[in-house]
Structure formats: structure tokens, C-alpha cells
């Protein structure tokens, strides 16, 4: 069965830092992976999406993702955290089983600290 | 081009009650999935449509049901409302069916059942 892991219920960085979310994947088949971001009341929002072309896949607002097969990772970072990164952040894969669906880790809070 | 539209933003149900949400697509999008985000927790997917047809069903009882129209509107309807039905509830829409397509999410909707 397909399936993603989030590691990290909670990760915290200064405003600036580093940011590194983790997420690692179990799948039979070559997976289509995603990042999606999630403000607080708000729906989910496409980061950025791996479809087995680059390896390193760049998003929207600086964010991008690494593919790595030997690992079964595909971890996002950004090198700068900025106030507004603070939210909340869904890794997902797609299986077929009948149709395509989205499965979704547990899901990573991002608080930045001034 | 307008986003995913969802209503209503939230509502309050007693037990044992029916209830029907709405969610319009983006246009000329023929897919739309359901996805119920319990408190805490990732969306887990509830079912989608292609072309007013259910294309694929997650671990949802069958009093969950929903419907398709031709104009890109579509309906998620919860009959016999449990106290474990209060959730965020996500429509999203994508072109098609393929597994690198992205899925486009609505703000979604508040249910709480008291």
C-alpha cells in the first residue's frame, strides 16, 4: 500500500533559518508525490509536485523538494524562513485504486519565531 | 479564471440530521474529489466524480453520497449525522483523471454536529 510519513508534528525556526520539512513515502510503483500548504481556515495549496521528471523539484514562494529513491524521501526546504511560512504543511502521494486519489501524511506546523 | 468555491464556510448540526454542501469547481474542470479533515488530522479522501459519474470511493459508510452537474457545481450530502462527521470538508477539481494532475482546493466547510 501506498503511503506517506511526516516527520515532525511540530517544527519550529527562527525567522531566516533553514527550513526543512520531512516527509517519506512507501510505494510499489514509482510515485507522483506533492507539497501542499495549508493557512489556518483556509484549503490546501499546491507547493509543488514531483511527476518523475527533475529529481529537484522547485515550488511557489522559494519552497522546492528533493526526490531521492535510495532514501524514499522527498523532504522540502527553503533556505530563508519568513514570517508568513508559518502554516500548516501536507506531503501527499497518489495512488490508483479504481481512480486516482490523494493520500495524505498527518500533516506538519511550521512556527517561526521573531 | 475564478478558484474553487465552497458554502457554505461553516455550519451547525444536531445528530441524526442531514446535511448537503456545495462546492463549484474551476471551469472546464471534470473531476472533483471530497475530503473530510477531522481536527489535527490530513484530508482523507470520501469519493470523486468525472463527468457526473463516482469515479472511486475512499472508507466512507454509504451515507456519505454526493452528486455531479454539468455546470461544475457539485454536492457532498450526509444523511444520519454522527458526532464523528464534525470536520473541515474539502472539494477539490482537476481537469482530469491522470495522477499527476493537480488538484485545486476550496477553502471548505465547517461542520460541527452537536
Known amino acids: 500500500a501506498q503511503s506517506v510519513t511526516q516527520l515532525g508534528s511540530h517544527v519550529s525556526v527562527s525567522e531566516g533559518a533553514l527550513v526543512l520539512l520531512r516527509c517519506n513515502y512507501s510505494s510499489s510503483v514509482p510515485p507522483y508525490l506533492f507539497w501542499y500548504v495549508q493557512y489556518p481556515n483556509q484549503g490546501l495549496q499546491l507547493l509543488l509536485k514531483?511527476?518523475?521528471?527533475?529529481?529537484l523539484v522547485k515550488g511557489i514562494n522559494g519552497f522546492e523538494a528533493e526526490f531521492k529513491k535510495s532514501e524514499t524521501s522527498f523532504h522540502l526546504t527553503k533556505p530563508s524562513a519568513h514570517m508568513s511560512d508559518a502554516a500548516e504543511y501536507f506531503c501527499?502521494?497518489?495512488?490508483?485504486?479504481?481512480?486516482?486519489?490523494?493520500?495524505f501524511g498527518t500533516g506538519t506546523r511550521l512556527k517561526v519565531l521573531a | 479564471e475564478t478558484g474553487v468555491t465552497q458554502s457554505p464556510t461553516h455550519l451547525i448540526k444536531t445528530r441524526g440530521q442531514q446535511v448537503t454542501l456545495r462546492c463549484s469547481s474551476q471551469s472546464g474542470h471534470n473531476t472533483v474529489s471530497w475530503y473530510q479533515q477531522a481536527l489535527g488530522q490530513g484530508p482523507q479522501f470520501i469519493f470523486q466524480?468525472?463527468?457526473?459519474?463516482?469515479?472511486g470511493r475512499g472508507n466512507f459508510p454509504p451515507r456519505f453520497s454526493g452528486l455531479q452537474f454539468p455546470n461544475y457545481s457539485s454536492e457532498l450530502n450526509v444523511n444520519a449525522l454522527e458526532l464523528d462527521d464534525s470536520a473541515l470538508y474539502l472539494c477539490a477539481s482537476s481537469f482530469g483523471r491522470a495522477r499527476t494532475d493537480t488538484q485545486y482546493f476550496g477553502p471548505g466547510t465547517r461542520l460541527t454536529v452537536l
Open positions: 466524480y468525472y463527468r457526473e459519474e463516482e469515479n
Open positions: 501527499a502521494v497518489t495512488v490508483i485504486e479504481g481512480t486516482y486519489k490523494y493520500i
Open positions: 514531483y511527476t518523475s521528471a527533475a529529481t
